[in-house]
């Protein structure tokens, strides 16, 4: 299997969240697939977006890339600057959230550094919660 599924849902908590579920592998030639899906999201008004991992299966460089991207969709300019300004204060980002990566998925995300901004959750329910709104 070389391809992304990608299902989307939305629920209500504290805030409106939309979530994509992804299934497959997130590489060079399916990144565009859920950037595009992101990007339609965030045009449609979404502001808190969670991507579930649960059956990603590969999340080569590509992929990374699009969850960067993506977190620069969903990060507002005014905490950009603020992240420039305060490095030394750690910045988690309550707009985009990742749940239930494999353990090798997890180890990726963690070496690259990804886990310092994006927080990420064990199970859907948790990180629904945690939206503020």
């Not at 059956?55 to 590509?62: C, D, G, K, M, Q």
């Not at 699009?66 to 910045?91: C, G, H, V, W």
């Not at 070496?111 to 329910?125: A, D, H, K």
């Amino acid at each position: 299997m070389n391809e992304l599924t990608i299902r989307a849902s939305n629920v209500q908590g504290k805030s409106s969240v939309t979530i994509l579920h992804l299934k497959g592998h997130l590489h060079g030639p399916t990144e565009a697939e859920l950037l595009d899906r992101a990007r339609q999201a965030h045009e449609d008004g979404i502001r808190y977006l969670l991507l579930d991992m649960s059956e990603l299966e590969v999340l080569a460089s590509a992929g990374l890339r699009a969850i960067q991207n993506i977190f620069k969709l969903f990060t507002p300019q005014s905490d950009i600057e603020s992240m420039k300004q305060r490095r030394s204060e750690p910045y988690k980002s309550p707009y985009l959230k990742l749940v239930c990566p494999n353990p090798q998925l997890y180890y990726v995300l963690s070496i690259t550094g990804f886990l310092q901004t994006i927080p990420i959750f064990n199970n859907i329910e948790e990180a629904i919660g945690s939206f503020a709104g």
